[in-house]
């Protein structure tokens, strides 16, 4: 089992409408979650990152947590083509390790 | 202000050579990173440090990969020997350390090995 598991899509959304995007890990003890967006032949951008459960927005992204559930996921308002690209989710493991274990993207794309 | 620097932005090597990555962290940074990214692996850690602590080495794949940090900012990654597989992006992440975990990466080095 993986530690981080994202579907790696392509998940496709009309251009305005909410994407949605899913991330689960296996660390019970993970203890700071982030996204990163990557463009092709670019490197990993942060745009959330979230440290306790419940939501947290940022214009037009929300991360939201459950430690319960283990799952983390962020949400895009208002997708724009622009915002086409992979999304990483990444955790920290294990208690004090600064780390980050990536999953392996979901790539998505808005339509214009 | 400045962001991560890595030099080069892309070096070939034969193999068998040995090739040193630099990578300059956001300035007031104490804590910095290597991941690698390869299309079989994912983004993968290789190391980190912070401040003056030892660094964590868990992720360094063989004894053929080692790093240095000089002075608390810039380090260089070294790879001995390279190998086909040693191929990737490379790259370098810096954050305010302690408390702070948000990473910032640099543009990495894409290493190819023929």
């Known amino acids: 089992q993986k530690e981080v598991e994202q579907n790696s899509g392509p998940l496709s959304v009309p251009e305005g409408a909410i994407a949605s995007l899913n991330c689960t890990y296996s660390?019970?003890?993970?203890?700071?979650f982030f996204w990163y967006r990557q463009y092709s032949g670019k490197s990993p951008e942060l745009i959330m990152s979230?440290?306790?459960?419940g939501d947290k927005e940022d214009g037009r992204f929300t991360a939201q947590l459950n430690k319960a559930s283990q799952y983390v996921s962020l949400l895009i308002r208002d997708s724009q083509p622009s915002d086409s690209a992979t999304y990483l989710c990444?955790?920290?493991?294990?208690?004090?390790?600064?780390?980050?274990?990536f999953g392996s993207g979901t790539r998505l794309q808005v339509q214009p | 202000g400045a962001g991560v620097s890595q030099s080069p932005s892309n070096k070939v090597t034969e193999k068998g050579k040995d090739v040193e990555l630099r990578c300059d962290p956001i300035?007031?940074?104490?804590?910095l990173y290597w991941y690698r990214q390869s299309l079989g692996q994912g983004l993968e850690f290789l190391i980190y440090?912070?401040?003056?602590?030892?660094?964590?080495k868990s992720g360094l794949p063989s004894d053929r990969f080692s790093a240095e940090r000089t002075g608390g900012s810039v380090s260089t990654l070294t790879i001995q020997r390279t190998q086909q597989e040693d191929s990737a992006v490379y790259l370098c992440?810096?954050?305010?350390?302690?408390?702070?975990?948000?990473?910032?990466f640099g543009p990495g080095t894409r290493l190819t090995v023929t």
């Open positions: 992440a810096s954050s305010r350390g302690q408390e702070i975990y948000e990473q910032y």
């Open positions: 660390d019970r003890v993970s203890q700071s």
């Open positions: 979230i440290y306790s459960n």
């Open positions: 990444a955790v920290t493991s294990g208690t004090g390790r600064r780390a980050l274990t």
């Open positions: 300035s007031g940074h104490t804590a």
């Open positions: 440090f912070q401040g003056n602590s030892a660094p964590d």
